[in-house]
């Protein structure tokens, strides 16, 4: 049997993070060997879980004379941890289920927590061979990543990887079954005979082995507010460099048959005088112009110049240079709000909670039409976008619902649509939702 390795070293990882750290805390440590591989670079103090009893006592006798504390610790993604707030600089998990709010909990600011781990469906063709499926078919970043931002972390970095398990003969795979026993649940030679043979039937007729794919992600994130602040910067620095670049471009370079039909639902929605907030309202483009023409339009936005610009482009409308996510204001304050192209800049993370502010500004029975991802972006930078750094981030189409849906609104239509930019197709989630009465 071989098995190919991931191509970067969790264990590398671990020691630059505890190098540079002076508390850890390796959650599941199993009977403390690989702990013990890293003893070079361990902080002032390090503690180990472990909930098997026998690998407890065996992580207890190699690890406590060397002054590690070993906890015997049940460790779910519900259970709490038995540590104080802020306790570890390092939180370390290799292969064991982790809480995503109690990591978030015990890592001090500045801290990191570095998990690599099997993705749920890492072994399904392997399985389906059996007749098996996946026990835990939700095992990965998709389900973690969202969890671990909300629970306040900074992603900074999502790798996952699909590599190869290969048997040269039916003996190993029989071998690696008993040793995982939960991937084929029962599973003995007697009564997965017929699978067995089927699969040296492939051999006998010449294939060189039997081989599955495998999988393996690793997911690196920090406590402290460095990187989303830093996501904002480079939003606002940007687009003060981009502002006049991009008013040009959106008119000539992206055909885009959905902004007008969105900004015809607003018009077509609300009442001529009506009270609209335009969140990241940039330059004052068409969109905004004709807005501002019907409704009493409130746009606000992160860069100077883009406001800058507005307020030239729209002389009847205000505009506020500011930060949306430390926007200030009055319950019930508008009718509708509009945020074309913007809620895809915010720090990842923060959408869910803004949504939820945002909503308390919109009277019952008010409209939001936004634009947001289509598919997820754990945030990144794109270095040279239209000529500056530029930061993004994104969330399923699922999740957009919910957060839209949690911040009080009806979701009424949610809608993919493909846009060109330099004719290239790039989709956005439209949604149109309605905040419900008594919301
Ligand atoms: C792609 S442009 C879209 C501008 C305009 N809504 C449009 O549809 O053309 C994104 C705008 O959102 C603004 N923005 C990004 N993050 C923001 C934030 N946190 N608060 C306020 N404005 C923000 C940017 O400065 C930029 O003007």
Request: proline share 6%; net charge negative.
């Amino acid at each position: 049997m071989s098995d190919e390795q991931p191509p970067w070293s969790y264990a590398l990882r671990a020691t630059e993070l505890m190098r540079g750290a002076s508390s850890v805390v390796d959650l599941g440590t199993g009977g403390g060997e690989r702990l013990m591989e890293l003893r070079d670079a361990w902080p002032a103090r390090v503690t180990a879980t472990e909930e098997y009893p026998p690998n407890f006592q065996l992580a207890t006798d190699r690890l406590a004379p060397l002054g590690v504390r070993v906890a015997s610790v049940r460790l779910t993604e519900m259970d709490p941890l038995p540590f104080n707030d802020a306790e570890f600089g390092v939180v370390l998990n290799r292969h064991s289920a982790f809480n995503c709010a109690e990591v978030a909990r015990v890592l001090a600011p500045g801290g990191t927590f570095l998990t690599q781990q099997v993705h749920g469906r890492s072994a399904e063709e392997l399985q389906a061979a059996f007749g098996a499926e996946p026990l835990w078919p939700d095992a990965s970043p998709d389900r973690y990543v969202p969890r671990l931002a909300e629970a306040g972390l900074d992603i900074v970095n999502v790798l996952t990887w699909t590599g190869h398990v290969t048997f040269t003969d039916v003996g190993a795979l029989v071998y690696y079954l008993r040793a995982v026993p939960w991937l084929v649940p029962g599973f003995s030679v007697a009564t997965h005979v017929d699978s067995l043979l089927r699969l040296q039937h492939r051999l006998d007729a010449g294939e060189a082995a039997l081989t599955f794919p495998t999988r393996l992600y690793l997911i690196e994130a920090k406590r402290g507010l460095d990187q989303r602040t830093e996501a904002r910067r480079i939003v606002a620095e940007g687009y003060d460099r981009i502002a006049e670049t991009y008013a040009a471009w959106s008119r000539s370079r992206v055909v885009d048959e959905a902004r007008p039909r969105y900004a015809s639902v607003l018009l077509a929605s609300l009442p001529p005088g009506a009270r609209l907030l335009e969140l990241g309202c940039g330059g004052g483009g068409p969109s905004t112009r004709q807005l501002a023409e019907r409704f009493v339009l409130t746009g606000v936005d992160i860069s100077a110049t883009q406001v800058g610009m507005a307020r030239v482009n729209v002389p009847t409308a205000t505009f506020v240079q500011q930060d949306m996510l430390t926007l200030d204001v009055a319950e019930d304050s508008f009718d509708g709000v509009a945020a074309f192209y913007t809620l895809t800049h915010l720090p990842y993370g923060e959408l869910p909670r803004f949504l939820r502010k945002m909503g308390g500004w919109v009277r019952a029975g008010g409209l939001l039409v936004a634009t947001l991802s289509s598919g997820p972006n754990w945030g990144q930078v794109e270095p040279d976008w239209l000529g500056a750094p530029m930061y993004f981030s994104g969330y399923s189409m699922d999740d957009n619902k919910r957060f839209v849906e949690e911040a009080g609104f009806q979701v009424r239509t949610a809608t993919v649509e493909t846009i060109h930019e330099d004719g290239r197709p790039v989709a956005f989630l439209w949604v149109v939702a309605q905040k419900r009465t008594g919301a």
